[in-house]
């Protein structure tokens, strides 16, 4: 799926304007590392409100934006906060765990065979039964219609050759990868912190 598809499916921004009506628990943090960036971009780096503040009580964190509700205590007020900043830099590892939602991630959530979002399993490019292990370079995203067609055979024996052939990603390649799938939720108080190319609502 392209990416221009996948951002016009996306939902846009949504404003301020509507925060006292919302409840507390559609009040999320985004949570960014402590240069500014998203610790994640899929999943996106959210926390509940109330784990924001009370890293904000810890000081483990600084208040970047608030929402315009606010939680009271007989002695405090506080905004909850939209957007916060972790104080510590926390290093991302060069490379990502070897998970079923990464490898689908890794892949765009598509059949490498036929390009299918629907039905996906895994296939092993060398099946287990010539020797293939099971690893980022020989493990494929498949739907199961692709998947029962190649059987236990090769891409070339089958006559199915990968879209694109397997690779252990970096990390940063799949943090890549998540900017082409917003959630369905955006606030306008984090449009500064993430690179989508995405409407504001009215």
């Not at 939602?101 to 092993?124: A, V």
Request: charged content about 20%; hydrophobic content about 35%.
């Amino acid at each position: 799926m392209l990416k221009s598809e996948l951002i016009e499916r996306a939902a846009r921004f949504r404003s301020a304007e509507g925060d006292p009506s919302r409840s507390l628990s559609d009040c999320p943090a985004l949570v960014l590392n402590a240069d500014y960036t998203p610790l994640s971009y899929y999943p996106l780096s959210l926390w509940p409100w109330q784990t924001a503040i009370k890293a904000v009580v810890l000081e483990r964190v600084d208040i970047v934006s608030s929402y315009e509700r606010a939680v009271h205590s007989p002695n405090w007020t506080m905004q909850i906060p939209s957007v916060i900043a972790l104080r510590q830099y926390v290093k991302p590892s060069e490379f990502p765990a070897f998970t079923r939602f990464n490898l689908f991630l890794r892949d765009r959530f598509s059949c490498q065979y036929c390009g299918s979002p629907h039905n996906l399993t895994f296939d092993h490019v060398v099946p287990r039964r010539l020797g293939g292990r099971t690893s980022w370079e020989n493990i494929l995203t498949a739907c199961a219609p692709c998947n029962l067609k190649k059987g236990g055979r090769t891409p070339k024996q089958a006559n199915m050759p990968p879209l694109v052939p397997p690779i252990r990603p970096t990390s940063w390649q799949l943090q890549e990868r998540g900017r082409g799938f917003p959630p369905n939720y955006l606030h306008e108080t984090w449009r500064d912190w993430l690179y989508w190319d995405i409407e504001l609502e009215e």
